[in-house]
């Protein structure tokens, strides 16, 4: 095979949204660079999410099926991909940068004797072949990367990079593939999800995210942003003042040292806007921002800004979504 396979991710049944972003990309570049594009999701029991691929204007799709993927560890994921690029020899390997693609892929990348070329936000095509851009210095330069290594090359894609809802539908062929694995060098073994992964929150998953900046003065404060994310049924974030500070767990923190998110609504409630936030939430869909400050830098990004103080402005808001979500 001549093209380009997109891992995508699934736990339980349920996709990781930014596995639609990474199949945007592929898809956008397959056409661009005139290859085959072919998607795939491991697991166990996952024809069903085969199918729903299928419907995605891809040539082809892949359940890569065995036992060993039933619970994700690295192990069986290097070792099943790994099989599995080796049979299809695609050009390029496109995954959604998620957290688990980072505990896994420079692994597979290193099975064949190449990088991951990771967090990558778009690409140009040079000469007939894929230059991709990475920003560099917490978003202050923005660097291309070409391959130099014969094919297959890794990416992960920036969640927001691409759009998702930019997919078509059309229907593909898909195949069931079981991976040889010799199971007894898998060294990992799966226990129960550790218990506090119970509280923790990935944000990359949110479709709604209300942020709070230090515009909020105190600790005592933070409910009512709380009570307009749950006005909105959004996800509570925070800049790194807020974390550092402990106020909000550090999960919580958006930015080039926290989650780099793309919400379809992104509402940033006292946040300035410095760079090192900017670089982890500009992907989103609709920014709106509430600010003191006329001359805050989060207006240059923001669809919509809200000049005023937000302990005037937040509680109108938030009586007024109560209303018309009622």
């Not at 900046?213 to 600790?219: A, H, S």
């Amino acid at each position: 095979m001549s093209g380009i396979l997109v891992l995508t991710e699934q736990s339980s049944g349920a996709w990781h949204p930014m596995s639609f972003e990474a199949l945007a990309a592929g898809i956008q570049l397959g056409r661009d660079l005139s290859l085959p594009v072919t998607a795939c999701v491991f697991g166990r029991g996952v024809s069903g999410l085969a199918s729903e691929l299928a419907g995605r204007n891809v040539q082809a799709v892949v359940a890569l099926e065995h036992e060993a993927l039933g619970q994700y560890t690295a192990d069986a994921a290097v070792a099943a991909i790994e099989w599995l690029v080796r049979d299809l020899q695609p050009d390029y390997v496109l995954l959604p940068h998620t957290y688990q693609v980072r505990d896994f892929a420079p692994r597979l990348a290193t099975r064949f004797g190449r990088v991951l070329l990771s967090d990558t936000t778009g690409y140009t095509i040079e000469s007939g072949a894929a230059v991709f851009q990475r920003q560099l210095f917490q978003g202050k330069l923005t660097a291309d990367f070409a391959f130099q290594a014969p094919a297959p090359n890794f990416v992960s894609i920036q969640a927001g990079a691409f759009r998702a809802d930019a997919l078509e539908s059309d229907a593909a062929s898909v195949s069931e593939k079981a991976p040889v694995l010799n199971v007894s060098s898998l060294r990992q073994h799966p226990e129960a999800p550790f218990r506090e992964a119970a509280r923790a929150v990935d944000l990359s998953a949110a479709e709604r995210i209300v942020a709070v900046g230090r515009g909020i003065q105190e600790e005592g404060n933070i409910p009512l942003v709380q009570e307009l994310a749950d006005a909105f049924g959004a996800e509570l974030a925070a800049s790194r003042p807020i974390c550092d500070n402990g106020w909000l767990p550090m999960e919580r923190q958006v930015g080039s040292s926290g989650q780099t998110v793309a919400p379809k609504l992104y509402l940033s409630v006292g946040i300035s806007g410095a760079i090192q936030h900017l670089v982890g939430m500009k992907g989103s869909r609709c920014v709106v921002a509430i600010n003191k400050d006329p001359e805050a830098p989060i207006f240059e990004i923001a669809d919509y800004g809200i000049v005023g103080d937000l302990f005037d402005v937040v509680p109108a808001l938030t009586e007024a979504v109560k209303k018309a979500r009622s």
